[in-house]
């Protein structure tokens, strides 16, 4: 990295070429600012969370405490490195920071947003006697820029070292098997030859920088099969955004993807570049395409055509090489008969490789390494000690008649509460729900309460994680404050918390 010399020869600090944007005289004039900031961090924290929460919600990385353990560096240590007027040290925060963002698998969406929120959520704290002038302002925005670059330049480094990592483990694992032997690949388990065959078109399509469908029921694992795809090819080491359509409002879906321009806390307009471009070089995928609305669909068809994209608040088209995967749950011709699809997107996509996974219930031989694959998930995940976890011989059998709606991501839902409520290291028969395998019980038989069922698996849970009443209230797919609620009623609220 190009760097400049600052300050006197005694002191040899040196600034990294990104600082050129701002010198000693600039932080001084941010002191201010900066000090408002680190004083009322908890304050900024809250703000910052509440808008990555409005923005994100169910499809957020982060809890509220992993998002304030992880972001408070930018807001004490960064912000105090920059009051001390130590560059170095606050480079170096900035990188580390990026590093964890990609070693947490926080999307470069969830990152690129979250620092224009910090800006947002930083000036809500600003002085206001004297107020900061625009030209502080504007210093404060040039700051921001540099962060940003920090942090993306670290994760984008970061992220290409760890797939080249989990790229080479795989290539070493697939040299040692012949394609009919594989029964994992880039993270899709099954020896099935109806899953094998999943295999070999990802391999196919890899090859080359066509549009790829992948066509399938809820949960057959689209994205990861669209991710094999990415890392079997020549953009493994580029970026893998992912966007769902049906996980946003309309209304937001271009902007998200093309960018748009918003009226900043300064009262000046500030871009948010969009997915696309964060892509550049690698792949999109978008998930539920067919639900984009009509404009966006037809602006899609454009940069697939022409590879070009017209930034927000611009007509200069601009140069963007990304590789489109999309999923849908049905081809796209017959999206296009049920008036889901934009006839220039139906055009554009014509000639795409179409790739069809088949739902579980087509595969149950798969069942029990995917099973495997689930329990061993689960228990790093967890930390237990009681196994390694196997299913019984009949509750497997239960398990390959049952027709699993939701496919692959059903199995390992049913899997996990089977996982936290079997008293020993054994899935039973009677650990999986009745639609699957549980007893019904005979009339004489005396079902406890719901509240004694909801206390129980309260505890379960809590004994599953140790205690850690965050982690239980993700366990259980409910708020941290209503968990919290619900301790006080059974009287569990006196368990300890290693949050």
Known sequence: MPEQAIGTASSQVRRPRYFQLLDDDDLERLRPLLEAVHSRCSEVIGNWYEMYLVHFGDRRSLSRDEFA??????????????????????????????????????????LIAALHFFEEAAGAVFPQDPRPTLEIYELFDKLNHVRLILLVDAYVRSQKALAGTRIRALELEAAHLAPSERTRFHGLVGKSSAIRWVYEQIEAAARGSRPVIVVGEPGTEKETVARAIHECGARALAPFVAFDCAAFPEDLIDGELFGYRHEGFNGHPRQYLGLLRAAEGGTLFLDNFPLAPALTQARLARTIREGTIAPAGSDQPMPVKVRFIGASLRRPQEAAREGQLDPALERELSSAIVIEVPPLRKRPEDIPLLAEHFLDLFNEKFERTEGPYTVAHDALGAMAKYSWAGNVRELGEVLQRAFMVAPGATIRLEDLPPPIGGETPDPGYQLPSFAEAERELIRRALDVTAGNKSSAARLLKISRKKLYSKLSKYGLDGERDSA
């Open 69 to 110: 353990r992880v972001f408070e560096p930018i807001v004490l240590r960064a912000e105090d490195a920059l009051l001390r007027k130590d560059i170095e040290a606050y480079v170096r925060g900035m990188l580390r920071l990026g590093e964890e963002l990609a070693e947490r698998r926080v999307t470069l969406q969830e």
